[in-house]
C-alpha cells in the first residue's frame, strides 16, 4: 500500500520534470560522488556512522520519544524512499507531508545550509554505497509507470 503511493509519488515527480528516466539510479561523476562523501562526512556522519550505519538501536526511540538516526546503508531504510523524498527529507527535515503535523524528529533541515545540488551530492553518494540488489530493486520499484496501467 505504502510502497504503491510511494512508486505513484515518483512517477509524478518524472513526469514533472521528466529528468532521469530512474530515481535511484541515475549515474552521477566521480566528482560528484566525492563532493557528496565530503559533504556527508561534514553534515550527516554525526548522526547517521560514518559509515552509514546509524545509530545504535536505531529501531527503538529514545527517552524523549525521538527516534534515533537510522543508518543509510542497505539495512535500514533510506533506500525505500524515493530520490525526491530523500531530497525532501534532507532539506525539510520531518515536516508534513512526509511525516504528521507536530512531529518532532532530531532531523535536522539542511535547506539553509546546504543547496539542493549539495544535498543531491550527499545523497548520490549514499547510494553509490547500496549493493547492486538495492539499486535494482529501486530501479524496478521506483520505475516510471507506461502508458496503459
Ligand atoms: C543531529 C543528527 C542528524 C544529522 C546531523 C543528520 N540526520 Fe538525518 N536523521 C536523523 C534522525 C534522528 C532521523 C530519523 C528521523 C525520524 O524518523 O524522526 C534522520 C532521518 C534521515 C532520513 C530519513 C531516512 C528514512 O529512511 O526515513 C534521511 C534521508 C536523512 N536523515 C538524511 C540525512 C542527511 C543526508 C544528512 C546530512 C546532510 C543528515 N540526515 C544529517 C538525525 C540526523
Excluded: N
Amino acid at each position: 500500500m505504502k510502497t504503491r503511493g510511494l512508486a505513484v509519488m515518483a512517477s509524478i515527480w518524472l513526469v514533472a520534470c521528466g529528468d532521469s528516466p530512474t530515481p535511484g539510479t541515475a549515474p552521477v561523476s566521480a566528482a560528484v560522488l566525492t563532493q557528496g562523501a565530503a559533504l556527508y562526512a561534514a553534515q550527516c556522519a554525526s548522526c547517521h556512522g560514518a559509515k552509514l550505519e546509524g545509530q545504535p538501536d536505531w529501531r527503538e526511540r529514545k527517552a524523549d520519544g525521538r527516534l534515533p538516526a537510522p543508518p543509510h546503508d542497505a539495512t535500514g531504510h533510506t533506500w525505500h524512499h524515493p530520490m525526491e523524498m530523500l531530497v525532501q527529507m534532507t532539506r525539510d527535515g520531518m515536516v508534513p507531508p512526509l511525516a504528521p503535523e507536530g512531529y518532532q524528529s532530531d532531523m535536522p533541515a539542511f535547506g539553509h545550509i546546504l543547496s539542493d545540488d549539495e544535498i543531491r551530492a550527499v545523497l548520490a553518494y549514499i547510494e553509490s554505497q547500496w549493493p547492486d540488489e538495492v539499486k535494482q530493486m529501486r530501479a524496478e520499484r521506483f520505475k516510471p509507470q507506461t502508458s496503459g496501467r
